[in-house]
């Protein structure tokens, strides 16, 4: 038994002239162009994340030294009125607290070192500030491609696209920058 043979060239060329003529294929490009900014919205977004936590992860390092180092410098001021409150000097409590003071030299030319490192890597923050300020094009680019698909004027579109091309600058200077 032969099928009905169902005419779907012609069906696909009748949707095709009815979405021209109501913009929808219009449409379809700005749908288009808001996934792909949405995905480089993405992006930038993961990229800046990863600089700003690099750049406060040095931070970090270097405040948790300084604190190694005080409380270091907390344990030789306890030995030192322990010492101060009994009278008479102890071998042992003497001996620590040169210790604690030996170690907390060498942990505050650490904390020093890895100060300066934080404050050369400053470029992660501006990295970090540049792909956010693309994020923030691409967001405006595809808030306002929503309202050329709403209100279906292509000049909206036009104006979502420019925003669009300043993210992906952004994006380039981001990337590029040292």
């Not at 169902?6 to 979405?19: D, G, I, S």
């Not at 344990?75 to 003497?94: I, W, Y």
Request: include cysteine; hydrophobic fraction near 45%; proline fraction near 1%.
């Amino acid at each position: 038994m032969e099928e009905a043979e169902v005419p779907l060239e012609h069906l696909h060329e009748h949707v095709k002239e009815t979405a021209e003529h109501s913009g929808a294929a219009w449409i379809s490009w700005v749908a288009l162009s808001t996934a792909i900014l949405a995905v480089l919205a993405a992006i930038a977004g993961l990229l800046s994340g990863q600089h700003v936590n690099e750049a406060m992860m040095n931070q970090i390092e270097a405040s948790d030294q300084w604190n190694y180092y005080q409380a270091k410098g907390i344990k030789a001021s306890v030995l030192d009125a322990k010492m101060s409150l009994s009278g008479t000097p102890n071998e042992s409590d003497q001996a620590k607290r040169d210790r604690y003071e030996k170690e907390q030299e060498k942990i505050k030319s650490e904390a020093e070192h890895k100060e300066v490192a934080a404050k050369l890597n400053f470029h992660n923050f501006h990295k970090h500030e540049v792909f956010a300020r693309g994020v923030t094009m691409f967001q405006i680019a595809i808030a306002i491609a929503a309202i050329s698909a709403l209100t279906k004027k292509r000049h909206f579109w036009v104006v979502s696209l420019l925003f669009g091309v300043v993210g992906c600058v952004f994006l380039v200077l981001a990337g590029i920058a040292k």
